[in-house]
């Protein structure tokens, strides 16, 4: 049975069985035959298992096209070969702030084309500009890889040079892709800080940062790497933060390393509750690696 298959049936008989009896008590015997017997250790999976809310949308109308926005052509053919026909709510406020130079604080979640509202005006800049250099930093590898992808898209035959240094990944690779001079660097804050103190990588000359999950980098407990790696960075530069949620540590964070920042939101009809929840059952070790 194929994991969707598990869910939609696990889902419908939830439904069924919390109709029926309330607590769906069917659910719990066909669920762990044990239950009866070991009350204490069983927490039935309808306590914790929520269903996505949709998304509240709101009827957005974007101000531009991307052929409005004051970008190279080869960028313009390369999100049009992605599928972007118009830009997301973010990207038509945020691209023209960046294009115009300024710091510029995003709050937006995973979703809203966060990544392409900085990676278009960053990859332009990188283009039009042959000594600047980016620096785009993210709270995990997964998160560091996707943004690295969508760069590689939207720079596709533009000759731009990048490097990916994150953990768990080949160490020489980085090292020589750091020697080559990448004018574009992407990474997680504790292999940059890394590379930092091996001397492998200087950012005293890299002049646009783009901080994202800024809220998440934080609860992870990165604030010393981050303000290390802000503070090594070229003082004249353009600085950009991404954030699903803005408190006091964001903000003190962003007041401190920012320029009269531009604040875009687009978070409120943009972040569902919750993800989709669900328990899948496995039998062993391998069958729950398949399962996953
Ligand atoms: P992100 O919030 O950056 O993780 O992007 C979420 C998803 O939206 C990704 O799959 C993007 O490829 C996609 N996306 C971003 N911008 C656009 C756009 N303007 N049109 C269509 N899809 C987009």
């Known amino acids: 049975m194929s994991y969707n298959q598990r869910k939609r049936s696990f889902v419908a008989d939830r439904k069924n069985n919390k109709t029926k009896h309330g607590h769906g008590g069917n659910q719990r015997n066909r669920f762990n035959s044990k239950s ?27 101000r531009h096209t991307f052929d409005d926005f004051k970008i190279s052509e080869l960028i313009k053919t390369n999100l ?23 710091d510029l604080i995003g709050i937006a979640s995973t979703g809203t084309g966060k990544t392409a509202a900085f990676a278009i005006p960053v990859i332009n800049k990188l283009v039009l500009l042959q000594d600047s250099k980016a620096l785009i930093v993210a709270p995990t590898r997964e998160l560091a890889q996707q943004i690295e992808n969508e760069c590689k898209q939207i720079g596709k035959g533009t000759g731009l040079f ?16 750091l020697r080559d001079n990448p004018q574009i660097v992407i ?78 939101s687009v978070k409120s009809s943009e972040t569902s509750e919750n993800v989709h929840q669900n328990v899948v059952q496995y039998k062993d070790y391998r069958h729950k690696i398949e399962q996953l």
């Not at 309808?46 to 949709?54: T, W």
């Not at 992605?82 to 038509?92: F, R, T």
Request: charged share 25%; glycine share 6%.
């Open 36 to 62: 009866r017997s070991h009350k204490k250790d069983t927490i039935h999976p309808s306590r914790f298992i929520r269903e996505a809310a949709p998304v509240a949308q709101e009827n957005y109308e974007a």
């Open 80 to 102: 049009a070969k992605k599928g972007y026909k118009l830009p997301s709510p973010i990207q038509d406020q945020a691209i023209p702030e960046i294009l115009d130079g300024h």
């Open 162 to 177: 990048g490097a990916l240094l994150i953990g768990g990944s080949s160490m020489p690779r980085q090292l020589r892709d």
């Open 187 to 264: 990474g997680t804050p504790g292999r940059i800080k890394d590379h930092l103190e091996r001397q492998t990588l200087d950012l005293s000359n890299f002049d646009t940062v783009v901080l994202d999950e800024v809220d998440r980098m934080l609860d992870m407990g990165f604030i010393n790497d981050m303000t290390q790696i802000l503070s090594e960075m070229a003082p004249a530069r353009q600085s950009l933060f991404f954030s699903a949620t803005m408190d006091r540590r964001v903000s003190s964070l962003i007041n401190k390393f920012s320029n009269s920042p531009i604040e875009i």
